[in-house]
């Protein structure tokens, strides 16, 4: 037998938990960046080092 599992689970959220959009942004922001951080400071491989210079050059910023 199959339970049904239709249930409404915003009405289990408490109403004392309403973040701003600006809140939200903040938040998944420094989320985002602490996530990503260590990846932004590694080395990039020596292929897309190249790759990167060849487009620099055919196509200056």
Do not use: C
Request: proline share 7%; aromatic share 8%; glycine share 4%.
């Amino acid at each position: 037998m199959q339970q049904n599992n239709t249930r409404d689970w915003s009405r289990d959220i408490p109403s004392t938990l309403n973040f701003t959009q600006e809140q939200v942004v903040f938040v998944l922001g420094h989320s985002l960046r602490s996530l990503y951080d260590e990846v932004l400071a590694g080395d990039m491989p020596e292929h897309l080092k190249t790759l990167v210079l060849e487009l620099e050059e055919k196509y200056p910023p």
